[in-house]
């Protein structure tokens, strides 16, 4: 039989309004994203609260560029001594060599684009596992039963982990609830409030859930059974989730 392992929820903001996670294996834990800049002591409460020290974090999984995932992987890895696990299609943002794109999925994401808050720069760092293409990174070195994926379409350096009980913490490949995610509604899956390429989100999201992935984290909101995400992705597929223009930089 397979062991569920723990996967704790991070709030880096208040009401699953910005989420990182710490998946707690058999021997180590690993944080998947960073959260927003400054935010260290949210992720250390989570820690202490299981009676972890940072040096317990022995991988940091930055599942794409925006800060408010990658924004502060460079303290975090400071503090924890651990390495940073990081696709190649987002290095330019990692390096603030480039600006992002933001292609807005609604009138919030065009709203937000304007406060310029998802685009502020943050501490550029160099990521010491660098996956590209579909390469994998096995995580039971790590001491956790699981696997980080090439899952592109949020952006096209997105990652995910996939952990071999079925659990699945994909960042914002997809989101629930209201705004940004979290506060209300959050058994129903919807676009986060940017999205590069919705065909390739479904891709990726029908890829992990025909692979096995059963119960999925996201970065805002959630978690969502295989069965909404299923039903998320068919959406995406048939168009209902039109593309907005308007606010790529
Ligand atoms: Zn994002
Ligand atoms: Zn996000």
Redesign the pocket.
């Known amino acids: 039989m397979r062991v569920r392992q723990e996967v704790v929820r991070i709030p880096i903001l208040p009401f699953g309004l ?1 989420n990182a996670h710490l998946v707690l294996g058999t021997d180590g834990a690993i944080l998947v994203d960073a959260g927003l800049p400054d935010t260290q002591d949210v992720v250390e409460q989570a820690l202490r609260a299981r009676n972890l020290a940072w040096s317990d974090v022995k991988l940091i999984v930055v599942t794409h560029a ?1 800060i ?2 990658a924004g502060n992987a460079g303290r975090i890895r400071a503090l924890t001594g651990a390495p940073v696990c990081a696709h190649q299609g987002d290095l330019d943002h990692y390096r603030q060599h480039k600006r992002m794109t933001f292609c807005a999925t609604g009138a919030f994401g065009r709203l937000f684009y304007r406060t310029g808050l998802i685009q502020r720069a943050y501490e550029p760092f160099e990521p010491d596992i660098l996956l590209s293409g579909n390469q994998t990174l096995d995580l039971r070195p790590y001491g956790v039963a699981g696997t980080v994926v090439s899952t592109p379409g949020h952006t096209c350096g997105s990652l995910s982990v996939a952990l071999d009980d079925g659990q699945a913490l994909v960042g ?1 490949l997809i989101s629930s609830g209201i705004l940004l995610g979290g506060i209300a509604l959050t058994g129903r899956a919807k676009r ?1 409030p940017f999205e590069d390429d919705p065909s390739r989100v479904a891709d990726a999201l029908d890829r992990l859930t025909a692979e096995g992935s059963l119960h999925f984290f996201m ?2 909101g959630g978690p969502l059974p295989a069965s909404e995400v299923r039903r998320h992705a068919n959406r995406l597929r048939q168009g209902s989730g039109k593309r907005s223009a308007g606010t790529s930089s």
């Open positions: 910005v925006h408010d995932h914002d986060p970065g805002h």
